[in-house]
């Protein structure tokens, strides 16, 4: 059994965003909705404590979530937190691309609901290593 979880949330799309409220809702986790770039810059600026893991979506209206990695690392805290891409386009290569920009591993879209919470338990847990 994994203890509750305090994760955010790096998506931009609504329906995207609630269904990963619910079920990490569902299964006792804490989750935080960061829209952008400039919210997790707020939400940095705020003196907010680091999560247990930060999902990322790659796909942002200003660009690429990777781009907000290194944001994340240069936080008090921000180096050990398990980054995991939720990405609908994973290609050959993409997970490579991933842990080359300091992420943990991908879960892939559309979100598989029987399996997503384990899946992001076990990041938490071990890095997904
Ligand atoms: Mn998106």
């Known amino acids: 059994m994994t203890s509750s979880l305090r994760v955010w ?6 329906p995207n965003f609630d269904l990963v409220e619910y079920l990490l809702g569902e299964a006792g986790h804490e989750v935080v909705r960061i829209a ?5 810059e707020a939400l940095l600026a705020s003196g907010a ?3 247990d893991l930060l999902l990322l979506d790659v796909n942002l209206p200003t660009g690429s979530g990777l781009d907000l990695v290194p944001t994340l690392r240069a936080m008090p805290g921000g180096a050990r937190v398990p980054i995991v891409v939720v990405t609908a386009h994973a290609m050959r290569g ?10 943990s591993g991908y879960i892939s ?4 609901t029987t399996s997503f ?5 076990r990041y938490a847990t071990d890095g997904g290593e």
């Open 36 to 40: 952008s770039g400039t919210e997790l």
């Open 94 to 103: 993409d997970r490579e691309r991933f842990l080359a920009a300091g992420c």
């Open 9 to 14: 949330v790096v998506e931009d799309n609504d």
């Open 49 to 51: 404590t680091p999560p």
């Open 109 to 112: 879209k559309p979100i598989e």
């Open 117 to 121: 919470v384990a899946a992001v338990e």
